[in-house]
């Protein structure tokens, strides 16, 4: 182990868990864990499905470097655990992380600070649907509000679809919202401390950016430089930096925006724990930036010690 890297001590990189996103995190924290080694740092792999929270104390552990998505790793609930056995973690703090794993309560945040997010609805089974497709304008994306990689997510054009939307996303989560379906470009961008790394444009063949896109499909394309003028990507850069403190964001993350078709940005959603598999955006942006994916992982581990 290089001297420099004893500083992190013990490293236990947490991934795995039991939330919808499984499976990307197994990736992402067999990616992260690899990465730390390459580099001489000391890490443990501890999969939060096959051990307990008992397991986290019983590593002896100096850091942790999150790698859950979803709910119970994502949301605040796992931050809270960290902090309470007293052991610095990647990312960001209990309140910013459930902020931002509850897409309901982040656009009301934007919304009362006035950053361009777009319309939306909570829906129940009391919903008038007729009148919410009127209300925002006729096509939908319906998503529950507390869940990642597109999951539980679908497209709603009449008062019937937006029903069954409705039906599908209540499966994953109580809380349900509709917004009306942006018909312009998608980007998003990387966040490392208070530096936005270069926006990633993104170009799914599939109705929209679904989790088939997201991690399983080969013909989703990815633009980094985006194509965007550099007056555009200040503005975009700011109004994600915007976004992520608005929740007190910290260490890193990802934050999705949408343009309208005259090129207006709107902020989608903010990811706290992003995925670091092949297919990631993170690494991408990190590449752009000139940084490759071991020494991102170890910048973002050092993040954990401010």
């Not at 001590?9 to 499976?23: A, T, W």
């Not at 009391?126 to 998503?143: H, R």
């Not at 509000?145 to 539980?152: F, K, L, R, T, Y």
């Not at 990815?222 to 992520?244: I, N, R, T, V």
Request: hydrophobic share 40%; with cysteine; aromatic share 8%.
């Amino acid at each position: 182990m290089t001297s420099q890297m004893t500083k992190f001590g013990k490293v236990g990189v947490l991934f795995g868990g039991n939330s919808s996103e499984r499976e990307i995190s197994l990736l992402t924290g067999a990616a992260i864990l690899q990465a730390l080694q390459n580099q001489g740092v000391n890490t443990v792999a501890i999969d939060l499905k096959e051990q307990s929270l008992e397991a986290i104390s019983a590593a002896n552990i100096d850091r942790a470097f999150v790698a859950l998505h979803g709910p119970g790793g994502e949301d605040g609930t796992l931050q809270g655990a960290l902090e309470y056995l007293g052991i610095p973690y990647t990312g960001s703090g209990v309140i910013a992380s459930a902020l931002a794993m509850d897409k309901l309560r982040c656009k009301q945040i934007w919304k009362g600070i006035n950053l361009p997010t777009s319309d939306f609805v909570s829906l129940d089974k009391d919903t008038d649907w007729q009148q919410a497709i009127d209300s925002l304008g006729g096509c939908l994306v319906v998503k529950p509000a507390c869940e990642g990689s597109s999951v539980g997510m679908s497209i709603a054009e009449s008062a019937e679809q937006l029903k069954q939307a409705w039906q599908l996303a209540y499966k994953y989560d109580a809380k349900v919202i509709a917004e009306p379906r942006l018909m312009g470009k998608e980007y998003t961008v990387a966040i490392l401390g208070d530096q936005a790394l270069p926006s990633i444009r993104i170009q799914a063949n599939a109705t929209f950016y679904d989790y088939e896109a997201k991690y399983l499909s080969d013909k989703t394309e990815y633009f980094c430089p985006s194509g965007l003028s550099a007056e555009q990507e200040a503005e975009l850069a700011k109004l994600c930096l915007d976004a992520f403190k608005s929740i007190d964001g910290k260490g890193w993350g990802r934050v999705d925006v949408m343009t309208d078709l005259k090129g207006r940005f709107y902020v989608l959603e903010v990811n706290t724990v992003p995925g670091m598999t092949s297919h990631s955006l993170v690494p991408m942006a990190g590449k752009a930036a000139g940084m490759d994916f071991e020494s991102l992982v170890v910048a973002i581990l050092e993040e954990s010690i401010q």
